[in-house]
């Protein structure tokens, strides 16, 4: 496959194929997204300013229950898709399937049902983690485009996300999370992420 268009506006601000947008934040231009995602409520993956800046009336937002009642105090009136972790469902011609995102006893609980996607767009499976650990859920992934926090504190580490990462074996993976908030990781852990990740496997750095 061809290398995916993907660009990471920073942190975990993904937009793929220019109109497909997960966990919008720092988005300060005028943007169409055709749907959006959203992982949790957490400032950093839900951002209403950006939010705004990317809506139009036609745009479907799937996102977790705590997200949806943000975006609803926020007079976000849109077609709102409220997802759970474990399951799957389709909007507009976009399949997704749901997975828990979550720490091991810190931050982001298991039960607070924060999640991850796998996204079907054009016949190729994305993988976006959202804010996680090193789980048994992900190790059983299988996905062309790996999207994987490695910034440590809030998520597992570079070493970490390598190991995840060799053994889901996706195609291309892009790390997240990172180089952006003080107590995460900087290009200190891209490099090492980069390093320790299996040659067969397309590293792509979007984080500047």
Known sequence: MQEPNIKINCHSSICIDDNIFIDPFNIAEKREAKAIFITHSHFDHLDINSIKNILTPST???????????????????NIKIVAPNQTGKVLDISFQT????????????????VGYTLEINGVFYTICGDTDA?????????????????????????????????IKPKYVIPTHYNFLDD???????????????????????IN
Request: charged share 25%; with cysteine; hydrophobic share 40%.
């Open 60 to 78: 479907v937002i799937v996102c977790t229950e705590d997200s949806a009642e943000i975006l609803e105090k926020a007079g976000i009136k849109n």
């Open 99 to 114: 997975f828990p995102s979550y720490n091991f006893g810190h931050h982001h609980f298991k039960n607070l049902g924060f």
């Open 135 to 167: 789980t048994p859920e992900l190790e059983s992934l299988n996905t062309d485009v790996l999207l994987i926090p490695i910034g440590g504190k809030y998520t597992m580490d570079a070493e970490e996300a390598a190991k995840v990462t060799n053994i």
């Open 184 to 206: 995460t990781a900087g290009k200190k852990g891209e490099e090492l992420f980069s390093k320790l990740v299996d040659k067969s496997i397309k590293v792509l750095i979007k």
